[in-house]
């Protein structure tokens, strides 16, 4: 998720933890705790592009880091603070570091809960920015942080929030299955034969759900509201896996669609080669969009290495989106 809404739910678990015996300070903390898995960003300024990929979300999102990095920020702030429990300290950090990871796992990307081992949860049943979880957390939150330490309220606003945004994510669940059944029945009145489906919220909302669809030959996307009258359409992209030639052989080639999960297509252009990475769709929800979120130029040494660089991605694309996304989200 955003930072914004890190630093919400880590405020929001540290002041249950021990709100009642430092008061804001729990909520100082626990906001900066809940930013802490994601410094893993900064590895990529220090290495490839694949590597830092498979990095992000890894040990800093893992169930291990939680546990062995927990009582080190436990003991160094025990030291300067006057609150002195360990046991109290430890389980407060452990709990902000770890419900980081459990949120991300409800996106698309996910995280690797289980590291060393190679194993992402990605429920994908919201969007990595939604204001319907966040914006209701935080004026819970800012309802506690304004009533005193002890008093009543600022339990009970604190716990609301938790409770309205945990429920947020479960209804998202519901609607991810209700999503999931409308595009399947769409596909089989389509008779279109397909090996694989999986389905994900578009941008900032639970409402527009978007499908990946897998055949033989090609990947097609699919975007579905609520509130649409019409079938669906789906736009078509060519796997052309074949243009990766030799490529295809290479470890580091090999890892980027381990990244991918195998959802990605090639596209060739004036002679450069380019690996989209489907999971995140397109920058536009026009059909048959060819501006990928996640889009790599591939590059070829003299030695036959292939080097993955990221293409930028243009600012009035997103402003466009979003544009796209009111008009497609009340219906087709």
Not at 45 to 69: C, K, P, Q, W
Not at 95 to 104: E, G, R, V
Not at 299 to 309: A, H, M, Q, R, S
Request: aromatic content about 16%.
């Amino acid at each position: 998720m955003d930072s914004l809404t890190q630093i919400v739910l880590g405020a929001a678990v540290g002041e249950a933890v021990l709100g009642k015996k430092i008061g804001n300070k729990a909520m100082f903390y626990g906001a900066i705790a809940g930013t802490i898995p994601d410094l893993d960003v900064l590895f990529s300024n220090f290495t490839d592009t694949v590597t830092a990929l498979e990095m992000h979300r890894g040990f800093t999102h893992s169930l291990l880091f939680s546990i062995v990095v927990s009582p080190i920020f436990a003991f160094i702030v025990s030291k300067f603070e006057k609150y002195k429990s360990l046991k109290d300290w430890t389980l407060f950090f452990f709990l902000t570091f770890f419900t980081h990871p459990i949120l991300d796992a409800q996106t698309t990307w996910g995280t690797q809960l289980f590291w060393p081992f190679d194993i992402r949860l990605a429920f994908k049943n919201i969007f990595v920015v939604d204001p319907l979880y966040t914006l209701p957390f935080l004026f819970f939150l800012l309802l506690a942080m304004m009533q005193k330490r002890m008093s009543k309220k600022r339990s009970f606003y604190n716990t609301l929030g938790l409770i309205v945004s945990s429920t947020y994510l479960i209804i998202t669940l519901i609607l991810k299955g209700v999503s999931y059944q409308k595009f399947t029945k769409e596909l089989e009145e389509q008779n279109i034969v397909y090996t694989e489906i999986e389905t994900k919220p578009s941008p900032l909302n639970t409402i527009l759900w978007t499908a990946n669809v897998e055949t033989k030959d090609a990947f097609l996307i699919g975007n579905s509201s609520f509130f649409d009258e019409h079938p669906i359409y789906f736009s078509r992209y060519p796997k052309n896996h074949h243009l990766l030639g030799n490529l295809v052989n290479h470890p580091k080639t090999k890892r980027m669609i381990a990244i991918s999960k195998g959802w990605f297509t090639i596209n060739k252009n004036k002679n450069q080669l380019y690996f989209n990475d489907l999971r995140f769709g397109t920058l536009s929800i026009k059909p048959n969009a060819q501006n990928f979120v996640f889009k790599y130029k591939i590059e070829v040494d003299k030695n036959g290495t292939p080097y993955f660089i990221e293409e930028e991605k243009e600012k009035r694309d997103a402003k466009k989106l979003l544009s796209e996304l009111w008009q497609r989200i009340k219906g087709n």
